[in-house]
């Protein structure tokens, strides 16, 4: 019998969608490049610059770690770019050079390859990161603190902040309108509303993210924020502010999707989604954090193999 | 496959950007302007957010009336913020130490200087109390 090896089978997740990785991250990148783009216009260069040491960092990162492992190269995959470009875009304009190599470092490095690399790793790479810096250096990850210098032409307080300490009446000055064109502060590349879903369409339409995630997970916002909302108006903010405000769209279409840390079948995919929607709102409403959407991503990656249990019986029986 | 070619064109491209990420650092760094937009004042009970230019041209808040110092001839960048007097702690040594190092004891007793959060303290809540606009309770202030 030959030993040759005919069929090499890996374990999920795996579905075909007629394109291949490159074509996914690169896909990503450009989705993302409006909500960048808005960014760097409002916060001018120093925001250019995170952006590019982001992207730049994460890329040599990567390539030192395929160096160092004595794997093949895999940074024309775009990966590694797609990930530097979404720390950037998660992190204020004003944030030091050296909290930026770190936080990328930490991304590429703790938060990728040390679990083997793209497709092993059971977190999403950018958020492990963030709440690394978020507990380690709180005072760079606050935007109120972060943004002082900057003249803007709307409310500068942190919308998520706001609403949490002061209630409803207090974001009443935040229309829909001017969240989605990024009337907000936030990350360089999370305020702009409309260039984070035209992203997120564009992501659905071509297939590169499950709609079944990013959507259960807005609706999970959604109805949670509704619940808190009519049991006490005065004190919680309406569901429509909380879609558009902090790293919700950012989260529902960027971080959710995640190839290797969500599910890859439909029914636990709803629930993966809806359940993070939950729990961002839980945390933002009665935890301790403004903005709740990295940890609920974190958690339901954890339960992420569990909820993969659900899935189709086999046919037949066991002889 | 991935081509050896392709990787030198990738990380050609992640050296510059990389370059060019240092260069924005360096060439455009962060300035606190002269005159400061907002003052965070960060707390254990929850970091307050001073909105510095918006009591000025917004609210029409002499700066004057709340940087107490003794001449009215002071040009605007030479008045001293808030902790250039009144230490971050209280009760710990100063420049000046007491009031009438500056203020004319006609106007201030010749107490020890106050530290920067009674101060503050003091000088916000009294002036939002006289004019009945603006936080007074803590958690009005006080975001956490």
């Not at chain 1, 309406?238 to 405000?245: A, S, V």
């Not at chain 2, 808030?82 to 009760?91: L, N, Y």
Request: hydrophobic share 50%.
């Amino acid at each position: 019998m030959s030993s040759k090896k005919m069929f090499i089978v890996s374990h999920a997740p795996f579905w075909h969608n007629r394109s291949n990785i490159p074509e996914r991250c690169y896909g990503m990148i450009w989705a993302a490049m409006p909500a960048v783009a808005l960014g760097i216009v409002q916060y001018g260069l120093p925001a250019a610059g995170v952006v590019f040491l982001a992207v730049g960092t994460a890329i040599l990162a990567e390539w030192l770690m395929n160096r160092l492992t004595k794997r093949t190269a895999t940074i024309t995959d775009g990966n590694a770019a797609l990930l530097g470009l979404l720390f950037a875009m998660l992190i204020p304009a004003t944030t030091p050079w050296w909290v930026v190599m770190v936080g990328t470092l930490l991304t590429v490095v703790i938060g990728l390859h040390v679990f083997g690399g793209m497709g092993a790793n059971p977190f999403h790479p950018v958020a492990v990161s963030m709440m690394m810096l978020t507990v380690s250096w709180p005072a760079f990850m606050d935007f109120n603190a972060a943004l002082v210098n900057y003249e803007l032409s709307f409310n500068a307080v942190f919308p998520l902040s706001l609403s949490k300490n002061l209630g409803t009446a207090a974001v009443a000055g935040f229309t829909p309108l001017d969240l989605l064109l990024g009337q907000q502060t936030g990350g360089i590349g999370s305020t702009f509303g409309l260039g984070l879903i035209g992203g997120g369409l564009y992501l659905m339409a071509k297939r590169y993210i499950r709609w079944e995630i990013s959507l259960s997970f807005l609706a999970g916002i959604y109805m949670t924020a509704l619940v808190f909302h009519m049991a006490a108006p005065d004190q919680y903010a309406g569901p429509l502010f909380h879609l558009l405000t902090g790293y919700t769209l950012v989260g529902a279409f960027f971080l959710l999707p995640d190839n290797a840390s969500s599910p890859v079948n439909p029914i636990p995919m709803l629930i993966y989604g809806a359940g993070a929607g939950f729990l961002a709102m839980l945390i933002r409403n009665i935890g301790s954090y403004h903005d709740g959407v990295l940890l609920a991503v974190l958690l339901m990656n954890l339960v992420n193999p569990l909820l993969d249990k659900i899935r189709p019986k086999a046919l037949g029986k066991v002889a | 496959m991935t081509s050896e070619k392709d990787v030198k064109l990738v990380l050609s491209v992640a050296v510059v950007l990389f370059i060019v990420g240092v260069l924005c650092y360096a060439a455009f760094p962060i300035k606190s302007p002269k005159i400061p937009n907002r003052i965070q004042y960060r707390s254990a009970t929850g970091h307050a957010l001073f909105e510095h230019i918006e009591h000025n041209t917004g609210y029409d808040v002499e700066c004057l009336e709340c940087h107490h110092h003794h001449a009215e001839d002071l040009e605007d960048e030479e008045l001293l913020a808030c902790g250039a007097c009144h230490p971050q702690e209280a009760g710990k040594a100063s420049d000046p130490e007491v009031c009438n190092e500056c203020h004319d004891e006609e106007y201030y007793e010749d107490t020890e200087m106050m530290g920067r959060m009674d101060a503050t303290h003091n000088q916000c809540k009294t002036c939002h109390a006289g004019i009945g606009a603006g936080p007074i309770e803590c958690a009005e202030c006080h975001l956490l």
